[in-house]
């Protein structure tokens, strides 16, 4: 069993950062794949960016509402996946949570049910 805790959450002004962080229980070297997913009030839950290690490599996934804005980066020594967030806006406000998935290929998994395990959720607030 794995077990994911998000931090970083909180308020921020439109075009400020956040680094969200998660970091898992388990050694994440015998997990391939770790992602971020939001949701927002009366939404569904969407992908945000994925990070997969496969192929020797490390290949990252996102979704387009974020890329060029948000990073997705891994720290095996601290079993740890990193979500920077740059050039936030409203529409950004949302939970956000941690997945991963013992799952490895070279595909992005952008869909909900491609992860097994998921964290509580953190709380990103972007004011206008």
């Known amino acids: 069993q794995v077990q994911l805790e998000e931090s970083g959450g909180g308020l921020v002004q439109a075009g400020g950062s956040l680094t969200l962080s998660c970091e898992a229980s388990a050694r994440t070297l015998i997990i391939p794949t770790m992602g971020w997913f939001r949701q927002a009030p009366g939404k569904e839950r969407e992908f945000v960016a994925t990070i997969n290690k496969s192929g020797g490599g490390l290949r990252t996934y996102y979704s387009r509402s974020v890329k060029g804005r948000f990073t997705i980066s891994r720290e095996y020594a601290k079993n740890t996946v990193y979500l920077q967030m740059n050039s936030l806006n409203p529409e950004d406000t949302a939970v956000y949570y941690c997945?991963?998935?013992?799952?490895?290929?070279?595909?992005?998994?952008?869909?909900?049910?491609?992860?097994?395990?998921w964290g509580q959720g953190t709380q990103v607030t972007v004011s206008s």
């Open positions: 997945a991963a998935t013992h799952q490895s290929s070279s595909v992005a998994y952008t869909a909900t049910n491609d992860y097994r395990y």
